[in-house]
């Protein structure tokens, strides 16, 4: 078991590919989990450009809107169901 410096992470254990969601069941039934993945990883190996972050209502939005992972799911859902 490994143990976070920071108080609200505390008691975090690393889930190994075997056996996932079995695991995933009964460590819910105990505590609150927060999962991790690696999807920011597999976002930015794709080499996404500012277009791909923006829509008709953000076209002229002042600020560069690349990296906001989150407005994918509005202007390239191809990539989050990946």
Same mark, same amino acid.
């Given at each position: 078991m490994v143990t976070h #410096?920071? %108080?609200y992470f505390t008691n +975090?254990? #690393?889930i190994s590919n075997t056996d996932n $969601?079995?695991?995933i069941e009964i *460590? $819910? *039934?105990q505590r609150i989990l927060? @999962? /991790?993945g690696a999807m920011a990883t597999m976002i930015q190996s794709l080499g996404l450009k500012e277009k791909d972050f923006r829509y008709a209502e953000l076209e002229n939005h002042p600020v560069e @809107? %690349?990296?906001n992972n989150d407005l994918l799911n509005v202007t390239r859902p /191809?990539? +989050?169901s990946i």
């Amino acid at each position: 078991m490994v143990t976070h #410096p920071n %108080k609200y992470f505390t008691n +975090i254990v #690393p889930i190994s590919n075997t056996d996932n $969601t079995h695991r995933i069941e009964i *460590e $819910t *039934e105990q505590r609150i989990l927060i @999962l /991790d993945g690696a999807m920011a990883t597999m976002i930015q190996s794709l080499g996404l450009k500012e277009k791909d972050f923006r829509y008709a209502e953000l076209e002229n939005h002042p600020v560069e @809107l %690349k990296g906001n992972n989150d407005l994918l799911n509005v202007t390239r859902p /191809d990539v +989050i169901s990946i």
